[in-house]
């Protein structure tokens, strides 16, 4: 048994939908549920190896002359051009990083407004510091004695 068998209908029916894509899409659906309902009848009456299919599909036609038929069908008015593909383009080129500017324009500034911030405070706080301060009332003890040199240090009280 082959792994990469191919479903020969199913590529037969993909070749006729590419080559209809320039019908109108429920014409193109109509068309191919009928090509789909032939292949299904051909199965069940017993067409099941790829050269029996390969048969039916010859029977019905080539995608080719299925398309011409259908584009003749539908007259001149009806058949809308085929969708071009999109054009291949080159990969855009990679953004350049111009934010690194940006970020250590932004960083210089902050750390401006930070200074700034900073001077002005220590202005403020020496204004602070200039005022006069109030004054403090000295309490009036008595002197302390300092024992004389030659005289022995007063045991205390508490025995030390």
Avoid: C
């Avoid at 191919?6 to 029916?13: C, F, K, N, W």
């Avoid at 014409?27 to 090509?35: C, F, N, V």
């Avoid at 011409?68 to 080159?90: D, N, Q, S, T």
Wanted: charged share 20%.
């Amino acid at each position: 048994m082959s792994i990469n068998k191919v479903d020969v209908a199913g590529e037969y029916l993909r070749e006729v939908e590419l080559r209809l894509s320039g019908l109108p899409v429920l014409q193109r659906h109509e068309l191919l549920a009928d090509l789909s309902a032939h292949i299904e009848t051909a199965r069940e009456q017993g067409a099941y190896s790829d050269g029996e299919m390969v048969e039916v599909l010859q029977r019905l036609g080539s995608p080719e002359a299925i398309a011409a038929a259908a584009y003749e069908e539908a007259g001149p008015r009806l058949v809308m051009a085929p969708p071009e593909p999109p054009p291949i383009r080159a990969p855009a080129p990679a953004p350049r990083n111009n934010n690194i500017w940006a970020w250590v324009i932004a960083a210089a500034v902050g750390f401006f407004v930070l200074f700034l911030i900073g001077v002005a405070s220590l202005m403020f706080f020496s204004q602070v510091a200039e005022a006069p301060v109030p004054a403090v009332q000295q309490i009036d003890r008595p002197p302390v004695q300092e024992p004389a040199p030659d005289q022995p240090v007063p045991a205390r009280p508490d025995g030390e």
